[in-house]
């Protein structure tokens, strides 16, 4: 649903969006580098980058209802620990929506790991959407509404991906887990870019298309900063783990799983702030639930 979404991001940028304050910090592998060294920017004419010092960018990107724009890590990666400090578009948010997300790129056989959170209108939750794609197979996704409001401040959001499960964290709250099993679809061959975007999602993301964007409440500002990778480089396109590169403090997360207190929090979530589960839906699933919800 959110991968279709961003397949034409090229054309996604021609219809719409408002403005778009990034605060980025360098990532520990690249501590040195600046923004365009280690970013490629979707729409470089709405970009301004400030404070390139190497350490702490802070990036503005400009967007209106005739222009959107992001950006997209240099490298590829298979597996690492990411992280990053977002606040969202306050007031009526209804149609936009923010991404923070992981690609091995565009096709039927692409790989993805995702947390979109879809703007609402004003006195209403933030729905926060995770998903994961491999192999092509999507439709998996969680949602959940967040239990603090994502536009007073900043809050930290966290995907960890190794080759044994997924982790998803809110302020370092495990929400959901995504578990490898050994004969089912799972992304661990595809290296992936990593992707933040704010694009008009007003056909699907708030109450299924049913509200639109109101553009008088235009522009818009969603702010990222502290962005964070202790992950392993694989610029290979053939993939394949003896190709990566992984930097010290690798084993820190190449083996975590949840322990008892991490799956009680995610128990926690489901239970009082899931507002979607796909293993629930029947109506999606008329033959079925994919194979991975009769063993989590």
């Known amino acids: 649903m959110a991968s279709r979404s961003r397949t034409a991001l090229p054309q996604v940028l021609s219809l719409s969006l408002s403005l778009v304050v990034l605060l980025v910090a360098a990532p520990a592998l690249a501590a040195a580098a600046g923004f365009y060294e280690r970013f ?8 301004r980058v400030s404070n390139d010092d190497g350490k702490t960018q802070q990036v503005a990107l400009t967007l209106d209802r005739a222009s959107g724009s992001g950006f997209n890590s240099k490298d590829t990666y298979l597996f690492g620990e990411f992280s990053v400090e977002m606040k969202l578009v306050g007031g009526n948010s209804a149609g936009t929506v923010t991404s923070f997300y992981l690609s091995s790129g565009e096709g ?9 959170f879809m703007g609402n209108l004003s006195g209403d939750p933030y729905v926060m959407n ?13 949602q959940f509404y967040l239990w603090f409001d994502p ?8 995907i960890i991906w190794n080759p044994k499960n997924i982790i998803f964290q809110v302020d370092d709250v495990p929400v959901r887990r995504f578990k490898k099993y050994d004969d089912l679809a799972y992304p ?38 502290d962005y964070a990778t202790n992950a392993c480089v694989n610029n290979n396109p053939a993939g394949g783990w003896p190709s990566s590169w992984c930097p010290e403090g690798t084993a820190s997360w190449i083996d975590m799983e949840l322990d008892a207190a991490g799956l ?17 839906d029947g109506w999606r699933f008329p033959q079925g639930f994919p194979a991975e919800c009769y063993r989590n």
Not at 40 to 47: I, K, L, Q
Not at 194 to 222: E, N
Request: charged share 25%; with cysteine.
């Open 151 to 158: 536009t007073a401040d900043f809050h930290t959001y966290k």
């Open 264 to 280: 009680g929090t995610v128990a926690w979530a489901e239970r009082n702030h899931m507002s979607y589960n796909y293993c629930a």
């Open 40 to 47: 490629d920017v979707v729409g470089s004419d709405h970009v």
């Open 130 to 142: 995770t998903n994961v794609w491999a192999n092509g197979d999507g439709k998996k996704e969680h």
């Open 188 to 225: 661990s061959s595809r290296p992936m870019r990593l992707h933040a975007t704010l694009w008009d999602g007003s056909y699907w993301a708030t109450r299924q298309g049913d509200v639109q964007i109101d553009w008088s409440g235009a522009p818009f500002v969603v702010s990222y900063r």
């Open 108 to 116: 039927d056989g692409h790989d993805e790991i995702d947390i979109e």
